[in-house]
């Protein structure tokens, strides 16, 4: 990983155009070409971003990302505070919780719970970005990635996303489409995943366990 520290402008070309005009920003570059510009606030989210697959010149001054689709990301460099190189190593990706690391189970043993004839071909399908959680074929032979959360929140569909990017690279996979299931996806992420042509899935824990809900409860 690469952090580079300086007061910048920021340009983005493509679908739309935005600016961000000189101060003194974080710039990150991942192993996996990832370029996020960052600000002091605003939580995690970056600024502006490029994800890959894309190319990125450095010239003395300025910084180009050029994506497949022709965007352009130009980062103009005024001053210099800081640029450290680290290596972080393997990451060994994130621990579900019992209750989703159950449910993908549950999902992985009958997918037709997600889908008619939806049949499995491997959990955990590696990509250079980590692991969707399902890949399987439906009743045509299409490949589909499925992610499964025990909520549906939109960082939850932007991350099955960066997987159908990647996934769809693949000649012998694509086309990939995208299934979020959750046991509740909230409004935006329906929103954001309808944007991105992923379906959406809710799906009862309690059910696919085969249980009954209590009829009464004391909370």
């Not at 992923?198 to 009464?216: A, F, K, N, P, T």
């Amino acid at each position: 990983m690469r952090l580079v520290v300086a007061r910048c402008t920021v340009t983005y070309a493509g679908r739309l155009s935005a600016h961000l005009p000189s101060a003194v920003r974080l710039v990150m570059v991942k192993a996996d070409g990832s370029v996020l510009v960052h600000a002091d606030g605003g939580a995690y989210k970056p600024l502006n971003w490029m994800n890959p697959p894309n190319r990125l010149v450095e010239h003395d001054d300025h910084w180009v990302v050029t994506n497949p689709a022709g965007e352009t990301l130009t980062i103009l460099f005024e001053e210099y505070h800081a640029d450290h190189r680290h290596d972080l190593g393997v990451d060994p990706g994130l621990q579900k919780d019992g209750v989703e690391a159950h449910l993908q189970e549950l999902l992985a043993a009958d997918p037709s719970t997600i889908e008619t004839d939806l049949r499995l071909v491997r959990r955990e399908y590696p990509t250079d970005i980590g692991p969707v959680d399902l890949l399987c074929r439906d009743a045509g032979g299409a490949t589909v990635a499925v992610e499964v959360k025990r909520r549906g929140d939109i960082d939850g569909v932007e991350q099955l996303a960066r997987y159908l990017e990647r996934l769809n690279l693949d000649p012998a996979l694509r086309p990939v489409r995208g299934v979020f299931v959750a046991e509740q996806i909230r409004p935006q992420a329906r929103v954001l995943a309808g944007d991105r042509g992923i379906s959406c899935v809710e799906v009862d824990y309690h059910d696919l366990r085969g249980v009954e809900r209590d009829q009464m409860r004391l909370f």
